[in-house]
T-cell receptor, first 111, second 115 residues
Framework: DQQVKQNSPSLSVQEGRISILNCDYTNSMFDYFLWYKKYPAEGPTFLISISSIKDKNEDGRFTVFLNKSAKHLSLHIVPSQPGDSAVYFCAASDNTDKLIFGTGTRLQVFP | DSGVTQTPKHLITATGQRVTLRCSPRSGDLSVYWYQQSLDQGLQFLIQYYNGEERAKGNILERFSAQQFPDLHSELNLSSLELGDSALYFC??????????????FGSGTRLTVV
């Protein structure tokens, strides 16, 4: 049972435009959400997070939006840069320190 | 360098064999997590240790076991290996078991190929 779903395996965006990566979850007990970024031959690195008491968190070019009623979160990258090309994982926590990850979305930013 | 060290980086072995993957957490981190990433799959949580004790268990097969030693390094033992065990195995660490707030720090993984 996949509790965290990233339904788009890949996304291609032009440099300078907005990238929107989506994530859906099924467990209403999740109360903390994170995004990780992974380059080839490296481990995932923490990008940004959001608590369930908020609906938006911003860090530079990265913004995460949370819609609890829809059990949906999204990561916006504005403007997108070629160095953002990577696999992005959504993850969720249910008040334990165990993270449940989605299957990832491969973002390609082209010139 | 994330501070989390995983060895070996690559491992090729035959079906039926046993292997040990090793992880040294970031300095000061007490929690160690093991994840498996198979082809086209997300990161599947296997097991977590906190300061030497098992804290949480995920979809870890009975053929797999892990432990965390007094110096906080951890080992993941995979036995009776099958072709389907071929995957990337990641170790991550966090400070004080609050990984959900500060995020995990991942190692670069061990790529296991079973032939």
């Amino acid at each position: 049972d996949q509790q965290v779903k990233q339904n788009s395996p890949s996304l291609s965006v032009q440099e300078g435009r907005i990238s929107i990566l989506n994530c859906d979850y099924t467990n209403s007990m999740f109360d903390y959400f994170l995004w990780y970024k992974k380059y080839p031959a490296e481990g995932p690195t923490f990008l940004i997070s959001i608590s369930s008491i908020k609906d938006k968190n911003e860090d530079g070019r990265f913004t995460v939006f949370l819609n609890k009623s829809a059990k949906h979160l999204s990561l916006h990258i504005v403007p997108s840069q070629p160095g953002d090309s990577a696999v992005y994982f959504c993850a969720a926590s249910d008040n334990t320190d165990k993270l449940i990850f989605g299957t990832g979305t491969r973002l390609q930013v082209f010139p | 360098d994330s501070g989390v060290t995983q060895t070996p980086k690559h491992l090729i072995t035959a079906t039926g064999q046993r292997v040990t993957l090793r992880c040294s957490p970031r300095s000061g981190d007490l929690s160690v997590y093991w994840y498996q990433q198979s082809l086209d799959q997300g990161l599947q949580f296997l097991i977590q240790y906190y300061n030497g004790e098992e804290r949480a268990k995920g979809n870890i097969l009975e053929r797999f076991s892990a432990q965390q030693f007094p110096d906080l390094h951890s080992e993941l033992n995979l036995s009776s290996l099958e072709l389907g065990d071929s995957a990337l195995y990641f170790c991550a660490s966090s400070a004080g078991g609050f990984g959900q707030f500060y995020g995990y720090t991942f190692g670069s993984g061990t790529r296991l190929t079973v032939v």
